[in-house]
């Protein structure tokens, strides 16, 4: 089987950018974070801090405790990662067509057919590593990874970091995958590798010898099925192009069921609807908010915008939608529909909601991480401390 994608991952991105600006940096440890407060946590971390046991999700205090001498820089005081972040999809534009862009520091490119002998696709992965170096900065390193499949190739850039350039054929699988922890693999967070765990699988190896019946019961659903059949190289096109809509709901426990309880559990909604919204590539357009009431009558309230995918943006419409209609709410619910992919939303509306759109993808990669809710907006506080083993978060209903 020839290689068919290449997977394009910065290494430190915001840290490296920090690096690349102000020259004093370099070499030294530096973690950039959200806000300067020891309770926050790290964004990203440099190389040089990394060296220290300092992560991305890393506590502030924690870090400091870690590397006294580490640099913080925060995040909100500068502006120009999304200028790397276009100039390196220029780049990389320069050198064959970007398929998809997964996140700030991720793309995606299918590879033309002359493009897909292991020695040409090195080739041209060392290239774009090249280009991006000599035209966006020296500091800028990525991992590219090339295989079968995007997910594969994604997983091609983790066997090696930073810096790394690895390409994953056939004849490499499964057995290439063992030395990687399964929370290496994009999509198993901790709470994952607690279900991989419960199953009794610890290891790469162990979960690559599962059957895709094991794997669909371990993932409790048809995710499992994709996981089994994309782990063996082939194209499993996701379901989510046709998406037109992101939507949650939830049934609230009666200690929630006041205006504040509705309002707390209707940010939280949000939160994860807009998380889960930006990971699948989308700008919402519209959004719709509905309650029912302990009497089961109906309220809802709708309105359009431009696209936006910023968690702040979309909690300021939210928060002008809902009008605590019922005293005794029983049940809320937010859609978020009209879904626009990442790349037909044009440069001026990604300037308008920069910062924010930064910080919500930061929060993002540190959720995903290390466990939902690890970092969420005060807002939603009050849902989570309420019973949070009664709110089935997880379950999700997304209307396609
Ligand atoms: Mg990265």
Excluded at 218 to 237: A, C, K, N, P, S
């Amino acid at each position: 089987m020839a290689l068919k994608w290449l997977f394009l991952d910065m290494n430190a991105f915001f840290a490296s950018v920090e690096q690349q600006e102000n020259p004093r940096l370099r070499g030294k440890p530096v973690a950039v974070v959200p806000v300067m407060s020891d309770s926050t946590c790290c964004i990203a971390a440099s190389y040089e801090a990394k060296r220290f046991g300092i992560k991305t999700g890393t506590n502030v205090g924690e870090a400091r405790r870690l590397c006294p001498h580490l640099i913080l820089i925060e995040t909100t005081s500068h502006s120009h990662y999304r200028e790397y972040h276009n100039a390196i999809v220029n780049v990389v534009e320069s050198c064959l067509p970007v398929t998809e862009i997964w996140s700030v520091d991720e793309m995606v490119c299918k590879l033309w057919a002359n493009e897909k002998r292991a020695e040409d696709a090195l080739a041209l992965g060392q290239k774009i590593k090249s280009e991006i170096f000599r035209n966006v900065g020296e500091q800028m390193c990525c991992s590219v990874g090339l295989s079968l499949n995007p997910f594969l190739a994604k997983v091609a850039g983790e066997l090696q970091k930073p810096n790394g350039l690895v390409a994953l054929d056939e004849e490499d699988l499964p057995h290439r995958l063992y030395k990687l922890k399964l929370t290496d693999f994009p999509g198993i967070n901790r709470s994952m590798e607690a279900r991989f765990h419960a199953a009794g699988v610890r290891t790469t190896e162990h979960m690559c010898a599962l059957s895709q019946e094991q794997m669909r019961r371990v993932w409790g659903g048809v995710m499992g099925e994709y996981w089994w059949r994309q782990l063996r190289g082939e194209y499993v096109q996701r379901p989510t192009n046709e998406r037109r809509s992101v939507s949650h709901t939830h049934v609230m426990p009666p200690e929630l069921r006041t205006p504040a309880g509705a309002a707390a559990v209707q940010c939280r909604l949000l939160e994860k609807a807009a998380e889960r919204m930006r990971g699948l590539g989308f700008y919402a357009r519209g959004m719709g908010v509905f309650a029912r009431g302990v009497a089961h009558d109906k309220w809802e309230n709708h309105c359009r915008f431009a696209p936006c995918a910023d968690t702040w943006t979309l909690m300021e419409i939210m928060q002008s939608l809902f009008h605590h209609p019922f005293r005794q709410p029983k049940q809320v619910g937010v859609a978020l529909y009209d879904l626009v992919p990442v790349k037909n939303v044009t440069g001026s509306l990604f300037d308008d909601y920069e910062r924010r759109w930064r910080l919500s993808v930061a929060m993002d990669g540190i959720n995903q991480r290390f466990g939902r809710h690890t970092i969420t907006m005060a807002s939603s506080r009050r849902a989570e401390t309420a019973k949070e083993d009664k709110i089935a978060f997880g379950k999700i209903a997304e209307i396609v």
